[in-house]
């Protein structure tokens, strides 16, 4: 679901992978018209894993359509001068709110002095890998950051990498934020702006917003490698008897209370903190005691099925969570279902009906609006030309005979999925 906050704003975007389509996807979740351009027959990412199976070949990419739901989809031959002048055109288009770029490919065509030499108070954001233009992606970005040594029970010598692309995502919100910021700027003074943001910035910065850099730097000392215990406080997974796996953590003050009765372990607890020496009341002092904490609470799960401690749990409002696969999220879990104002079924092209997600934030001052599915490359073209240039139906006519541009396209990637 989108709300329409944005509804005037319009935003080009060229783009590939996660950091920017996201970004467009948050604008667009917020009512902006965002433009996706690519290369008739689709870009590098076009057909990305997980994808639909198809008899004839591969299927419709769920990665791809997922990243893009509710944009426009142009698509236009960016190989030629042509095609590039096309974009340019659009992306420099007059209107108070036109003349946005997002981009994460870089290209010379698309620099903002560019296009600023046809409109001054152009916006352009470009997410880069590096500060310094060079190439960089989440997971080599990452790597650097000293997380993989901590991760899982890794190490420096056996890293272990996570699978959430945290950069990226965190990369693409601060995108779409610093973008408002700039339209903001610019309908106050009439500037422009060249917005430039790196994985890497997102990654060293976020090291600094968490205190991690002022550990290392001021303290001399990493973080340390400690499986599945939360850092700095009382958390860890426990074990049930029918083999369940269940999250608790005990952050605050009341959490750890919490916890401590629902388990039952008060004097147990309080022996422990005399043994020790350790006020347990300080959420740096359950740190500590960690392990052996854990030992006290390791017997109560162990004794229990997953069903009865989770009933527990929640009746002495513990903070926990229980581990699943995304399967069972789907069959069983409230918070990935209609159920949940943030999700809703759509239709999209060469996929069919399935469950998605719009905007996570809940706006009660205004009612969703449906998303549209993710467009079939070229869906839009016509009308963006026609609507955004002026162009007539003869020049567009002319532009498709020439194969500058293309509509709809029709292929093995977007006909109607198969079973698997």
């Excluded at 916890?259 to 740096?284: H, K, M, N, S, T």
């Excluded at 799960?301 to 969570?321: I, N, S, Y």
Aim: a negative charge; aromatic letters at 6%.
């Amino acid at each position: 679901m989108t709300y329409p906050f944005l509804g005037r704003l319009r935003v080009i975007e060229s783009s590939a992978f996660i950091a920017a389509p996201l970004a467009g996807l948050t604008l667009a979740q917020f009512g902006a018209d965002v433009i996706r351009v690519d290369m008739i027959g689709g870009g590098i990412d076009y057909a990305r894993m997980p994808r639909m199976p198809h008899p004839r070949g591969q299927g419709r990419s769920l990665y791809w359509t997922g990243l893009n739901k509710g944009k426009r989809s142009v698509a236009v031959d960016l190989r030629r001068p042509e095609g590039r002048e096309l974009i340019q055109a659009l992306a420099t288009a007059p209107g108070p709110d036109a003349g946005v770029l997002l981009t994460n490919i870089g290209t010379p065509w698309l620099a903002h002095e560019v296009l600023a030499a046809r409109r001054p108070d152009l916006i352009s954001c470009t997410i880069q890998g590096n500060g310094d233009g060079s190439t960089a992606v989440d997971y080599t970005v990452n790597c650097a950051t000293g997380y993989p040594a901590v991760t899982g029970g890794g190490s420096r010598e056996h890293p272990v990498n996570h699978v959430l692309p945290a950069w990226d995502i965190a990369c693409a919100y601060q995108a779409a934020f610093a973008v408002l910021a700039a339209v903001d700027h610019r309908r106050r003074g009439g500037q422009g702006a060249e917005l430039k943001l790196a994985l890497s910035d997102m990654a060293f910065g976020m090291l600094s917003h968490l205190g991690v850099l002022a550990e290392a730097e001021l303290l001399g000392q990493e973080r340390p490698s400690i499986g599945n215990h939360l850092y700095g406080a009382f958390g860890r997974d426990f074990g049930t008897a029918d083999g369940g796996r269940i999250m608790v953590a005990a952050i605050s003050a009341g959490q750890w209370k919490a916890l401590v009765a629902c388990c039952g372990i008060a004097e147990p607890v309080d022996a422990l903190q005399q043994r020790l020496g350790l006020d347990f009341a300080d959420e740096a002092q359950r740190f500590e005691a960690r392990d052996a904490i854990a030992e006290l609470v390791e017997p109560w799960f162990a004794a229990r099925t997953r069903q009865a401690a989770q009933a527990a749990l929640e009746q002495h409002k513990v903070c926990w969570g229980r581990y699943g696969t995304v399967g069972e999220a789907l069959a069983g879990d409230a918070r990935a279902s209609l159920a949940n104002p943030v999700f809703e079924r759509i239709d999209t092209p060469g996929i069919g009906a399935h469950l998605a997600a719009g905007a996570a934030v809940r706006a009660t001052c205004m009612e969703r609006e449906a998303t549209p599915p993710a467009a079939l490359l070229g869906t839009h073209t016509d009308e963006v030309l026609h609507e955004v240039l002026g162009l007539s139906g003869a020049a567009i006519g002319r532009l498709h005979d020439a194969r500058l541009v293309a509509g709809p396209q029709r292929d093995p990637t977007v006909a109607d999925p198969v079973a698997p």
